[in-house]
Structures are given as structure tokens and as C-alpha cells.
């Protein structure tokens, strides 16, 4: 069922004129306000008869793709059930769930969708904090912890991290630039150099001894451990 949107409008503006024109002194057309006052009447009996057609049907939340007027609001409120404006469905997004509640948060009142049984597509994370510098740390964190999970399970082929892939590679590197001639040797040394960066930042990051811990993992990694990493 269909109902207008701008009922209120056209029946105020009716009704506002001939204020208007009474207070005036002038005629006033009582059939037309008449005809307004039973339009606007049988539009909120249909309003009405709608909501409650719905709640009868045991639905206690009625979802809203478009706009909603105090009308249906007061409906909504006089038969106990809860109205959410989202934007346009598609037929996909259609599932059942167990409660819809009002719940407050952290001082903020929520729309809580709650679906107990298994096979739910959507989840939600709270994440609180004293500072917003905290909250900001925790969403980047939780971020790449999702987007790690989508890239496994896009492509389950995965290197040691902790540092284990970096120094591995500069250790090869430079096993390589020994068997090189000239100048290119110190070139290839040097970039193997590079590869040290990440474990040096990860542990002056965990304030440790960076030449003690990378000359420890070349030490493993040399006679073959090359899964060692700064956490292990």
C-alpha cells in the first residue's frame, strides 16, 4: 500500500489560506477546506489502516527506503512498533533475523540487529577507547587483521614474517654479491643492507639491541633455520 508523501503540505497550505483569507474579512471556500479535511482524513485512515495491517502480521520493525512522515511516525508509536529508514533494498539484502532493540553504547543509543542462529553474512565491532588517537590505533589494527584474512583467503601462500622473509633475503643477497666481480659486488651489498630496515625499526620499536638481535638472526638463519623471526 501506497500512501502520499505530501499530504501534510497540501492540506496545511489549504488550510493556512483560508486563515489567511478569514482573518482578512474575505469569502472563504468551505467546500474546498472541506474537501482538504476529508482527503487528509482518508489519507490517515489509510496510513493507519496500513501499520496496523502490518503489525497484525506479527512484524514488529517496518524497514523505510524513502521519506516518512510524522503521520506514520505517530502510527508506528501508537501500535508499539519500531520504523528504520534505510535506503533502497535490493532483494538480496532480505534475511530474517531473532530482535531488533534499542541499546546504548558508550553514552549513544543504537539500533542493535541481533541474529542468533548460525549463517549470519554481516557482523558488527565496537571498538572503545579512552582517546580518539586509541580508537584510531584499534580500527587500523582490526583493519589489517581483516584485510590479512581476505588476502589468505584469496591466496593462501604466505612467507615468515617478524622480520624472517627480510633477513633471509639480505642474507642471500650477500652470499651472492661474494661470488661477483668488480664493482657490482658492493652494489648488491648495500642493497642487501637495506633489507636489515625492517628488523632494525621492528626492534628499536620493542627498544632491544638492534646489532645484537640482526647478527643473532643471521647466525640462524645461516645454518638453516630460515623460519627464525625477532618473535621467535
Known amino acids: 500500500m501506497h500512501w502520499s508523501s505530501d499530504i501534510s503540505e497540501t492540506w496545511g497550505r ?20 472541506g474537501s482538504l479535511e476529508n482527503y487528509a482524513k482518508t489519507e490517515e485512515a489509510k496510513v493507519e489502516e496500513f501499520i496496523k495491517a502490518v ?24 501500535y508499539n512498533s519500531a520504523l528504520l529508514k534505510l535506503s533502497q533494498p535490493k532483494p538480496d539484502d532480505l534475511e530474517f533475523v531473532d530482535s531488533i532493540s534499542i541499546e ?9 540487529v541481533r541474529s542468533e542462529d548460525g549463517g549470519n553474512k554481516v557482523a558488527t565491532v ?5 582517546t580518539d588517537s586509541i580508537l584510531d590505533d584499534l580500527e587500523r589494527a582490526f583493519d589489517d587483521g581483516v584485510n590479512t584474512y581476505k588476502v589468505i583467503c584469496r591466496d593462501s601462500r604466505m612467507v615468515p614474517g617478524a622480520a624472517a622473509t627480510e633477513i633471509e633475503l639480505a642474507r642471500r643477497l650477500k ?25 632494525r625499526t621492528l626492534v628499536e620499536n620493542a627498544r632491544l639491541n638492534p646489532m645484537d638481535i640482526i647478527s643473532k638472526l643471521y647466525e640462524k638463519h645461516a645454518s638453516g633455520n630460515a623460519k627464525v623471526s625477532i618473535s621467535t
Open 55 to 78: 503489525t497484525s502480521s506479527d512484524a514488529k520493525v517496518i524497514v523505510s527506503g524513502g521519506a516518512v512522515k510524522e503521520m506514520a511516525l505517530h502510527f508506528c508509536d501508537r
Open 14 to 33: 489549504g488550510t493556512a489560506g483560508s486563515l489567511r483569507r478569514a482573518a482578512l474579512g474575505l469569502p472563504v471556500d468551505e467546500a474546498a477546506v
Open 104 to 112: 546504548e553504547i558508550g553514552g549513544s543509543r543504537v539500533t542493535v
Open 126 to 130: 565496537v571498538l572503545r577507547g579512552s
Open 175 to 199: 652470499e651472492f654479491s661474494f661470488k661477483e666481480t668488480g664493482l657490482d659486488q658492493y652494489a648488491i651489498a648495500k642493497f642487501a643492507e637495506s633489507f636489515e630496515l625492517v628488523p
